[in-house]
């Protein structure tokens, strides 16, 4: 079909590439960029406090379990199929009841759990990345920042439209909305469209064609791949699930309370919206120049530069008393902070290979899961009425500086010696 339609010279990865652009996009547009949307009018709705309301992030924390296995069923030959196709499904169904909850506790259960489980299984962290992992390897920077930048899209186009949903028409309507999106724009594509390797497709990474004389070997030694056992004993892996951890915590903290800060500051619900559009925009283009930096130079002072940066950038929303403040910080943070998820992929990859880059990821996922969901809660129990988020997002900043430092310890692990 590929062929018929782009021609023989089409590389089908690019496929595989738009799949995960599209799935990280609304799942990221939703769970990511859009809550924030929801905070105000759902705390009031359902007469919570902004922290009894972030409480929901917590939740997830019982999807770690599973998450392991997630990442091992990305490396089976039809696992990403069915996991993208089954879980859109889930979600989707999950969102439009979520519509109907009339206490945060159905909504702690329903979206916390049902939609984050969800969540997990179709989001880019997984699958995608994993999947992207395998069918490049010259290519794999700009490969993994166009997949990635459908996280930065959900924030431009998906969180703008919940936003202008619930101001249309309420948050109820708003969630039936977003399920029926994940249900029709995910699940088909996955199930006609989705493989997990370019090897079972009879095609090589990158779309490379070998000469009939090379043999097995040389095929398996174009990318050394680590077990997940292999992997745990070398002391780079550490470093980076730290170096991940500390990002998700400013990530999931930032996007969750960002629009709440600006509110605070006594910029309109207009502004917020344009300003948060212009986060995920920046954050949107940033992510090619990530990727082909991290084709050129080594991931590892790469993501040394970019983690200071987003570390830095971030201050300008504490700083920010006007709205050229306000949009210094959407374009800077959106810059440094857009990089982190195509770095962090390219680094487990080039670290670590890609047979087994699912267990991989399922492995790191966890802590990172369990913290970014915390960091909301903990944001939230911070803010008061006279300093409002002030700071948490300098601690946040901070966080994101330490990651950068303890990055510069990542010396890449030293191949075993294969067996002639």
């Not at 990530?290 to 050129?296: P, Q, S, V």
């Amino acid at each position: 079909m590929t062929s018929r339609l782009f021609g023989a010279r089409f590389f089908y990865g690019w496929i595989i590439v738009f799949i995960t652009f599209i799935t990280s996009m609304i799942t990221s547009g939703i769970s990511g960029y859009g809550l924030s949307f929801f905070v105000i009018p759902m705390s009031e709705d359902l007469g919570v406090s902004r922290a009894e309301f972030a409480i929901i992030n917590v939740f997830r924390i019982a999807l770690i379990p599973a998450i392991p296995l997630f990442g091992y069923l990305a490396d089976k030959k039809q696992g990403p199929r069915l996991m993208l196709t089954f879980g859109s499904l889930i979600a989707g169904f999950a969102l439009v009841f979520s519509s109907q909850v009339q206490s945060i506790w159905h909504f702690y259960l329903l979206y916390g759990i049902v939609v984050g489980l969800a969540m997990t299984i179709i989001g880019g962290d997984i699958v995608g990345a994993a999947v992207i992992s395998k069918w490049f390897i010259r290519l794999r920077g700009r490969a993994m920042a166009f997949g990635t930048m459908g996280i930065s899209a959900g924030g431009l186009i998906v969180a703008p439209f919940a936003g202008w949903l619930i101001s249309a028409f309420d948050w109820r309507l708003a969630w039936v909305v977003l399920g029926l999106a994940i249900i029709l724009f995910i699940a088909p594509a996955s199930a006609i469209f989705m493989r997990r390797s370019p090897e079972d497709m009879g095609l090589l990474p990158d779309g490379d064609v070998l000469p009939s004389s090379h043999s097995t070997y040389e095929r398996a030694v174009l990318e050394y791949s680590w077990t997940l056992k292999q992997a745990l004993r070398t002391r780079s892996f550490w470093i980076l699930l730290i170096t991940g951890t500390l990002a998700y915590i400013a990530i999931s903290s930032v996007l969750f309370h960002q629009v709440a800060y600006m509110q605070d500051k006594d910029f309109g619900i207009q502004t917020t919206a344009v300003m948060a559009t212009t986060l995920a925009f920046f954050a949107l283009i940033a992510k090619p120049m990530w990727g082909l930096l991290a084709e050129k130079i080594h991931i590892r002072w790469v993501m040394v530069v970019g983690f200071i940066l987003s570390g830095i950038s971030l201050l300008l929303l504490v700083l920010a008393q006007n709205v050229p403040m306000l949009l210094g910080y959407a374009i800077f943070h959106g810059l440094t902070m857009g990089g982190e998820a195509t770095l962090m992929n390219v680094a487990l990859a080039t670290y670590f290979g890609r047979d087994h880059m699912g267990a991989i990821r399922g492995a790191v996922a966890p802590i990172g899961v369990i913290m970014g969901s915390l960091s909301p809660v903990f944001s939230g129990w911070l803010w008061t009425p006279e300093t409002s988020y002030d700071l948490p997002f300098i601690i946040l900043s901070v966080i994101w500086v330490l990651g950068g430092l303890i990055m510069l310890l990542a010396k890449p692990p030293v191949i075993p010696k294969i067996p002639t």
